[in-house]
């Protein structure tokens, strides 16, 4: 099943070199399989390898035709009993440097509520190299903050005049405050070189966005999706706040999905340049050995013995082909027996909470087994496997920051609302309801006489929201 496909265009000094030590950098931070990336950055010709590691490969190859030049990379991993594909094409001309990346899983994906990130992770990795070509805006993994440029690009787009590649998802602010609907930050990261993250900024913006476009811009809150057919933007709100978790996975979605429709119509594949790579060799050596043959018929017995040499090696490879499609026809099957543990349809606070639980949860069992155990091998094993996907520290992290002062200012309470704390103010203290659950609610004084008592805070929120404590 195809998850995603994406376009990058790279700037005139990109070469080979930067292209593969970008590759190196990513598998090298992607926890299990880092020792790929090592073995990798030792490799002299990079460009024609075969390495495999445990559960993973990569392999790679070159390929001209015309003026274009096609350097090629396949990270393989077997991931929750499916074989995930991660294929990496750098395409060079005179003209255009050009990186496209497919990723591809062998089975179903849609308990997967984001796509892994060791496999989409690689995005970023060129996004932050520095070696972009800039487009109508700059291309980041952040939010971008409002400007001339942006306002150009927004008002555009809300007219429907918007013509560039790269789709544009505006945020308004909610009004008397400072915060969005969804967490611009992850959206921005998530969308990393697929579309224009712009946050609307400060109230004034409204304003002049309402008459400039003749009132159809968003505000409020209101997230506008747009893309360079006319017409086809889409708008999405949640007056009450509570649909922020579906409204992200609906704008990841529905901007995927165009994106990937749009590269994948011109876009270079694997199996389409190395199907054409070994039809050119194999015509080379076709050649080859009928111009020796008419040349001197004395070779005939080595001749033949060469034939039947490339008649073997073409067998091999086709029972090659036919046991990958078997690996691939038992990894899509879903044995329940082949599953170490069922997703619960309790909705998660963030994306792969109950996963990092059970991680968290193996990592404190491995602790109470024996060392030379038959248990504690088998953790060690599963948990090797099985690398914390993070998302929760990522909001933990936001939270020590909005609690690092002695008092909580107006714009602490509205990142502590982008994060889904509802804030309620009552008499003398601040009530703060996390995802409208009544359950987890924190008090905290107006006026707080102890300097420590952002640190408690974040203390009692910590222990009773955190999953990896």
């Known amino acids: 099943m195809k998850c995603f496909s994406v376009k990058l265009d790279m700037c005139e000094t990109f070469d080979e070199e930067c292209f593969y030590n970008i590759i190196v950098s990513w598998l090298k931070d992607s926890g299990p399989c880092a020792n790929i990336g090592s073995l990798l950055e030792r490799t002299d010709n990079k460009s024609s390898i075969t390495i495999n590691g ?9 390929f001209s035709e015309q003026d274009i030049t096609y350097s090629l990379c396949r990270f393989t991993h077997l991931y929750y009993s499916q074989l995930w594909t991660t294929d990496i094409i750098l395409s060079k001309n005179n003209k255009n ?18 796509i892994p990130e060791i496999r989409s992770r690689v995005v970023l990795y060129f996004v932050n190299s520095g070696k972009l070509k800039e487009k109508e805006l700059p291309i980041t993994d952040k939010p971008l903050e409002w400007n001339d440029k942006c306002k150009k690009i927004v008002v555009s787009a809300i007219n429907g005049e918007y013509a560039g590649e790269m789709p544009v998802i505006f945020l308004s602010r909610i009004f008397n405050s400072a915060g969005y609907i969804v967490d611009p930050e992850d959206i921005a990261r998530r969308l990393a ?63 995927t999905n165009a994106v990937m429709a749009q590269v994948d119509r011109t876009a270079p594949t694997w199996n389409d340049l190395y199907n054409k790579k070994i039809a050119e060799e194999s015509q080379k050596n076709r050649e080859f050995i009928d111009e020796v043959f008419d040349i001197n018929d004395t070779l005939e017995n080595q001749l033949k013995t060469a034939k039947q ?10 029972n090659l082909r036919i046991q990958i499609e078997n690996l691939k026809s ?44 038959r248990s504690k091998e088998l953790l060690d094993a599963i948990i090797a496997a099985n690398p914390l996907i993070g998302n929760g520290k990522i909001i933990e992290e936001r939270l020590r920051n909005i609690l690092n002062g002695e008092n909580l200012t107006e714009r602490d309470f509205d990142e502590l609302k982008e994060l889904g704390f509802d804030v309620v103010s009552e008499s003398n203290h601040y009530k703060l309801v996390f995802v409208k659950d009544k359950r987890y609610w924190f008090s905290v004084s107006k006026t707080p006489s102890d300097y420590r008592e952002n640190k408690n805070l974040l203390s009692d929120i910590l222990r009773a929201l955190s999953i990896y404590k």
């Not at 038992?330 to 639980?357: A, M, R």
């Open 330 to 373: 038992v990894l899509d099957s879903s044995d329940i027996h082949n599953k170490l543990l069922t997703k619960v349809p309790t909705e998660e606070i963030f994306d792969g909470e109950q996963y990092d639980l059970v991680v968290t949860a193996l990592n404190k069992a491995l602790r109470s087994y024996n060392e030379d155990s």
């Open 193 to 255: 070189g697929m579309a224009y993250v712009i946050k609307e900024g400060w109230e004034e913006v409204t304003a002049e966005l309402k008459e400039i476009t003749n009132a159809r811009n968003p505000y409020n809150g209101v997230i506008g999706v747009y893309f360079s057919s006319p017409g086809s933007g889409r708008k999405y709100s949640d007056p009450n706040g509570t649909k922020w978790n579906s409204i992200t996975k609906d704008i990841l979605a529905t901007v």
């Open 97 to 114: 440097n050009i990186v496209y990346l497919h990723v591809d899983c062998s089975g179903d994906v849609t308990h997967f509520d984001k």
């Open 54 to 62: 445990d559960h993973c490969s990569i392999e790679s190859f070159v």
């Open 309 to 318: 040499k490339i008649s073997k090696l073409t067998e091999e490879n086709r």
